[in-house]
Nanobody, 128 residues
Framework: QVQLGESGGGLVQPGSSLRLSCAASGGTLSSYGLSWFRQGPRREREFVAGIRWSDGNTYYSASVKGRFSISRDKAKNTIYLEMNSLQPEDTDVYYC?????????????????????WGQGTQVTVSS
């Protein structure tokens, strides 16, 4: 059983940066991938970025590639999402999630249904 806890959300102005954190506990992460999803009102949960814990392989959605960066700190059992050039359309609740790595060569687990564990979410609001 993996427990996930997000932090770092808040209200920022357009063009600003923000870093989200997700601390994991309760299990060995070597066989997992961890990802960020986001969801707004009346929309499905959307994949943002993911990272394979074992080798650091990363994957990004087209909407954030080049602006967002995902990373991990093995010593702290934590992943981060560095978000730059934030825009109002990035306003959402951001969730951290864990998926069992089934051995894909590239980390391409972008379907929310594949994920077994979820955090409680953290609100990011981009507004002037």
């Amino acid at each position: 059983q993996v427990q996930l806890g997000e932090s770092g959300g808040g209200l920022v102005q357009p063009g600003s940066s923000l870093r989200l954190s997700c601390a994991a506990s309760g299990g060995t992460l070597s066989s997992y991938g961890l990802s960020w999803f986001r969801q707004g009102p009346r929309r499905e949960r959307e994949f943002v970025a993911g990272i394979r814990w074992s080798d650091g392989n990363t994957y990004y959605s087209a909407s954030v590639k080049g602006r967002f960066s995902i990373s991990r700190d093995k010593a702290k059992n934590t992943i981060y999402l560095e978000m730059n050039s934030l825009q109002p359309e990035d306003t959402d609740v951001y969730y951290c999630a864990a998926v069992v790595d089934s051995g894909r060569y590239y980390f391409t687990y972008d379907l929310s249904g594949d994920y077994s564990y979820w955090g409680q979410g953290t609100q990011v609001t981009v507004s002037s």
